[in-house]
Each structure stands twice: as structure tokens, then as C-alpha cells.
């Protein structure tokens, strides 16, 4: 047999005496920023991570930017959104954006995930399995997947002029989007919140649930709690469930109840054109899922 060596050979990136030395001696650095909470993460986020270009001139984009917590806007059972501003420290490049955090498997996941995860399907068995159990892992995997699911839904829309909130870039489970509200910080109201201004609404509301049916889309849970109202503009947010109302085998009826719930609100307060059904069989029409 041949003899081992009396010294074990070194590994290709193992540290040697000079490397101990210099490590003992360098202080430890803080790497944080020199204001703010974070770093950017503009860069941590890839290319297909990142919204739609030409990229807004509103947006941050410099690496030396930071980001700044600035307390919760909304909170949800999968969800919780956060006010941040991403500037330049030094400069009066500044930007407000929405931080759409979901929840880690601790807390009580998508409580009516299922009929929306119809044909979301991970690659590996032993991740549907996780996921069809509802284990920690499997809820960490449905967040993950919820999260590209609505950052993807947002690009799509934005590409389509459908009025959404710009999609800035997601970082794992957290979604950087378009604030929508004043330049103070105060959050655009809900549809629900909203008395004036409710026929022109309706028009802008149609038109946009008419783009979605012609895709082939519908919001799947869209209501006066959804919507935000912004100078007269309305804004569509909260798209994780998003359906595909032809490959979904329940697509249609995804269709009428968004019709039934906003046709419903406008009409009881006094929107004459509101009608649910025939939104419903406008939407049908239009997705050719009459």
C-alpha cells in the first residue's frame, strides 16, 4: 500500500498563515449605509427582476442609493405593505415606493390559495408535496410563488396600459413597486373610501377589466378594497391571484364575481351604468369564454 503523507495537502482555498495574520489585524468593518436602513437592492434583483424599461425617470436607480423604512401603509392576512423611500444620500434624488412584504411560514398563509394555485406547479415532487401539506417549507415555497406571480402579473398589465402601479423589482418574497399617493407620504384612498368623481370612475374601471377578459385574465379578487383612487385616477393593486381564465378550469365564474362585486358597489351608489350582469357577459365576450 503506498504511505500517506505525514501532512494532509492543503485544499485549494484553505487560508495560510500570512492569510490568519492579515484577518487577525483588519478591524471589522460595518459594511451598513451611512443613513437609511439598507442598501439599495436595485442590484440584487436580475434583469427579468426588475420592472418594465424604459425605466420611469422618477426611479431610483444609482447603486449608492439607500432605502428608508418609513412604517406600514396596509396590512393583510398574506401580506404586509411598507412605506420606503430609495435615495441618493446628498442628492435630491429621492423616490417613495411601495414594499410588499409576504409573511414568512410562521404566520397563516393564503387562506383561499387553492382554487388559485390550480396548474401552479413546483418541478420538484418533494416541493408539492411540501406545498400540498401546507409545512413550513411548503408555505415558504406558495409565498415565493405568489410573489412572482403577482410582480409577473404587474409587468404584463404595466405593458398592456392597464392602470397599475409601476413594478420596480422583487428580492424574494418582497415586491418594490410604485407608491401611489401624495409625494408626503400619504397613501392614495380605496375606491370604498371614495363618493366623487364615480361615474368616470366606472368608465376607467370597465375599460380596464375589458383589457384583463382580452387577455385572457381576470383580477380573481377585485372589489372597492382594491382599487385606489389617485387625482381621479383609478389603480388597480393586489394581483398575486391573477387568473388565466381559459387555461383555468373555473375561469368564467373568476369573470362574473369580479363582475358581480364591483358592478355591485357602483350601482349602489347610484352609477346608472352598473350593471353586474351585463359586465359579466361583457367580460365573457370579450375572453371569448361566452
Avoid at 498563515?17 to 449605509?33: M, V, Y
Avoid at 415558504?140 to 410563488?145: F, L
Avoid at 389603480?235 to 381564465?245: A, K, N
Wanted: hydrophobic content about 40%.
Amino acid at each position: 500500500m503506498p504511505k500517506h503523507s505525514q501532512h494532509r495537502s492543503r485544499g485549494k482555498f484553505a487560508l495560510d498563515a500570512d492569510d490568519i495574520e492579515w484577518l487577525e489585524s483588519t478591524p471589522e468593518t460595518d459594511d451598513g449605509p451611512p443613513e437609511g436602513d439598507r442598501w439599495s437592492t436595485w442590484d440584487q434583483s436580475t434583469p427579468t427582476e426588475k420592472g418594465p424599461k424604459p425605466y420611469p425617470d422618477w426611479l431610483v436607480t444609482e447603486l449608492a442609493a439607500v432605502d428608508t423604512e418609513h412604517g406600514l401603509l396596509k396590512t393583510g392576512k398574506e401580506a404586509d405593505v411598507h412605506l420606503i423611500s430609495r435615495g441618493v444620500p446628498g442628492t435630491d434624488r429621492v423616490c417613495l415606493l411601495a414594499a410588499k412584504r409576504y409573511r414568512s411560514s410562521e404566520h397563516r398563509l393564503f387562506h383561499r390559495d387553492s382554487g388559485y394555485l390550480e396548474g401552479r406547479r413546483a418541478r420538484e415532487s418533494r416541493m408539492n408535496r411540501a406545498m400540498a401539506n401546507r409545512t413550513a417549507f411548503g408555505k415558504q415555497v406558495i409565498a415565493a410563488q405568489w410573489a412572482v406571480a403577482e410582480f409577473e402579473a404587474l409587468c404584463r398589465l404595466w405593458e398592456l396600459g392597464v392602470p397599475v402601479p409601476y413594478p420596480v423589482q422583487i428580492v424574494g418574497t418582497e415586491i418594490l413597486q410604485e407608491f401611489v399617493g401624495t409625494p408626503d407620504g400619504y397613501a392614495a384612498p380605496r375606491l370604498a373610501q371614495v363618493s366623487d368623481g364615480l361615474d368616470d370612475l366606472w368608465k376607467q374601471l370597465v375599460e380596464a377589466m375589458v383589457t384583463l377578459a382580452g387577455e385572457g385574465l381576470a383580477h380573481g379578487d377585485l372589489s372597492p378594497y382594491n382599487l385606489l383612487v389617485h387625482e381621479g385616477r383609478l389603480v388597480i393593486i393586489d394581483l398575486p391571484q391573477i387568473v388565466d381564465v381559459i387555461a383555468h378550469p373555473a375561469g368564467p365564474s373568476f369573470l362574473d364575481r369580479d363582475a358581480r362585486n364591483v358592478a355591485t358597489w357602483f350601482a349602489a351608489k347610484g352609477v346608472a351604468a352598473a350593471d353586474p350582469d351585463t359586465l359579466a357577459d361583457l367580460l365573457r365576450k370579450e375572453s371569448g369564454r361566452t
